[in-house]
Structure formats: C-alpha cells, structure tokens
C-alpha cells in the first residue's frame, strides 16, 4: 500500500444527514438511529445553520432533563457551527477538530452541504497510516506487522466502539477488519488470546 500524505476530507467524507431546526429531538434521534449517523446537520433550505452530535443529545437533553417529543432541534443545535471544504487537508481537518473538541465536521462546497467527516472517518484510518508510516521510515517491514498482531486504540469496524485492545482480523492475510476483544469472540477465533 502506498503511504498517501496527501489525503484530503473528500477522501473520508461521509453523507450528511439532515433535518430542519423545527424537527423534533425525538424525530432528529431517530433519523440518526436509521441512517446509523453520529450526528445531523441542521438545514435551513440549502443554508446549514447548525449540527447536533450524539453528545448533545446527552449533555443538553438527557442532562436537562428535557422532553425529546416537544423540545425542537433548533433549542439544542450548536450554531453557528463550524465546517471545512473538501479540498481541506485530512490532517488540518483533523487537528481543527482536535483542538476546537467536535466530532464531526459538516462539508461545504459552493454554499452547498455535501457530506460529513467525523472522528469516525478518521479513527478507521488511523492503523493504516501508522502502518504504512512505520514501513516507509523502516522501523520494521510490512512482514513484521503480518507476523506479530498488534493491540491498537480506535473504533471498532463491527459495533463503532472505542477500544483500546483492536486487533487486524483474517487469519490468512491479517487484511480483515480492526475489532474489539467483544467482537473478535463473537465472530473469530482469535490465535493470540
């Protein structure tokens, strides 16, 4: 694999979903639950106005002990919100992210909304990275990594949880998905453990 410093959001992006800020929090929720989204953006006709994240759907409703049948989205959003172009730098995106503390990034090309990178979208990359890094600078061969299974930090591919124990998948090529211990048990078996 050839190590690509050059990637950009367009590269990882994802779909945007949206909704209007007079949408409920009940509707919003279960528009994220459908679209296994992380977040929604909050449109105003083509304008985007604003985002809500899972994690203030937490720290603003659940915490306030708010109603998510009548509360509006556009009581909760976080606006104006803060978005990059698809051309952006992966590594800005992901620094700006980083340093401001947000989990997802709106896309915006010609005033328009057209996708969404998340802590997600870059966490996946991660291993991949760091591997093709380490080959490149020749602390150890592409060899080493398939030999010797190593515990990394980030999602999980299967259930999107955090963990700080994944592992590469595929007993032939170690080419499979990054899983946690939970869901390496359920679906492999695993030569290490």
């Given at each position: 694999?050839?190590?690509?410093?050059?990637?950009?959001?367009?590269?990882?992006?994802?779909?945007?979903?949206?909704?209007?800020?007079?949408?409920?929090?009940r509707e919003a929720a279960n528009l994220m639950n459908a679209k296994e989204a992380r977040g929604v953006v909050i449109v105003d006709g083509s304008a985007?106005?604003?985002?809500?994240?899972?994690?203030?759907?937490?720290?603003?409703?659940?915490?306030?002990?708010?109603?998510?049948?009548?509360?509006?989205?556009?009581?909760?959003?976080?606006?104006?919100?803060?978005?990059?172009?698809?051309?952006?730098?992966?590594?800005?995106?992901?620094?700006?992210?980083?340093?401001?503390?947000?989990?997802?990034?709106?896309?915006?090309?010609?005033?328009?909304?057209?996708?969404?990178?998340?802590?997600?979208?870059?966490?996946?990359?991660?291993?991949?990275?760091?591997?093709?890094?380490?080959?490149?600078?020749?602390?150890?061969?592409?060899?080493?990594?398939?030999?010797?299974?190593?515990?990394?930090?980030?999602?999980?591919?299967?259930?999107?949880?955090?963990?700080?124990?994944?592992?590469?998948?595929?007993?032939?090529?170690?080419?499979?998905?990054?899983?946690?211990?939970?869901?390496?048990?359920?679906?492999?078996?695993?030569?290490?453990?």
């Amino acid at each position: 694999m050839v190590f690509e410093a050059n990637l950009r959001v367009a590269d990882v992006m994802g779909e945007a979903v949206t909704c209007a800020q007079d949408s409920t929090l009940r509707e919003a929720a279960n528009l994220m639950n459908a679209k296994e989204a992380r977040g929604v953006v909050i449109v105003d006709g083509s304008a985007t106005i604003g985002i809500l994240t899972e994690t203030d759907f937490v720290e603003k409703l659940a915490a306030a002990g708010r109603n998510s049948e009548t509360t509006l989205v556009g009581e909760l959003m976080t606006s104006p919100v803060i978005t990059t172009v698809p051309e952006e730098m992966l590594a800005s995106a992901g620094k700006k992210m980083s340093k401001l503390k947000i989990r997802c990034l709106p896309v915006i090309a010609h005033g328009e909304l057209v996708g969404l990178v998340s802590e997600s979208d870059l966490a996946k990359l991660s291993p991949l990275l760091i591997e093709n890094a380490a080959e490149r600078s020749g602390i150890c061969s592409k060899a080493d990594f398939e030999r010797e299974p190593v515990s990394l930090a980030g999602y999980c591919e299967n259930c999107e949880n955090y963990s700080y124990d994944l592992r590469q998948t595929g007993a032939v090529s170690g080419r499979g998905p990054l899983l946690c211990a939970e869901c390496r048990d359920l679906f492999v078996k695993d030569p290490i453990d």
